[in-house]
C-alpha cells in the first residue's frame, strides 16, 4: 500500500492549495480501509486530524480549526482523496499526511476518524506555509 501526497506549497494568507493524496495498493471502492484521512504536523507540535473521509459511504470530518474552510473530497476513478483548503491562515502552516485506516471499527467511526493512532498506513508528507 502507498499513499501518495503531493500538492503543498508556498502561499499568502487567505489563498487557496488543493492536496492530492494518490493511492495504490488498494482500491477506494473495495471497502478494504474505511477512512482516509489528512493530518498536519507543525514544528514543535502534535499531529492532528484535520479531515477524514470514509469509504462506505462519503461521509466526512473536520478538524474545528478548519471547518468551513477546508473540503475533502475522493475521487474512485482516479484512487485519489483531495483536500480543498481555502482561506488559509498562517497557523495552517505544516507539514500535510495522508493516511489510510483498516483497522478502525466502522461502526464506531466518528469516535476514531481523527485519531492518528487509528491510522495503519501513511504516506509521506507535503509541506504547506502560509506566509506573506
Known amino acids: 500500500v502507498q499513499l501518495q501526497a503531493s500538492g503543498g506549497g508556498l502561499v499568502q494568507p487567505g489563498n487557496s492549495l488543493r492536496l492530492s493524496c494518490t493511492i495504490s495498493?488498494?482500491?477506494?471502492?473495495?471497502?478494504?480501509?474505511?477512512?482516509i484521512a489528512w493530518f498536519r504536523q507543525a514544528p514543535g507540535k502534535e499531529r492532528e486530524g484535520v479531515s477524514a473521509?470514509?469509504?462506505?459511504?462519503?461521509?466526512?470530518y473536520y478538524a474545528d480549526s478548519v471547518k468551513g474552510r477546508f473540503t475533502i473530497s475522493s475521487d474512485n476513478a482516479k484512487n485519489t482523496v483531495y483536500l480543498q483548503m481555502n482561506s488559509l491562515k498562517p497557523e495552517d502552516t505544516a507539514v500535510y499526511f495522508c493516511a489510510a485506516s483498516s483497522i478502525g471499527n466502522p461502526l464506531t467511526v466518528k469516535l476514531w476518524v481523527l485519531y492518528q493512532y487509528s491510522y495503519n498506513d501513511w504516506g509521506q508528507g507535503t509541506l504547506v506555509t502560509v506566509s506573506s
Open positions: 495498493g488498494f482500491t477506494l471502492d473495495s471497502k478494504d480501509y474505511f477512512a
Open positions: 473521509i470514509t469509504t462506505r459511504d462519503g461521509s466526512t
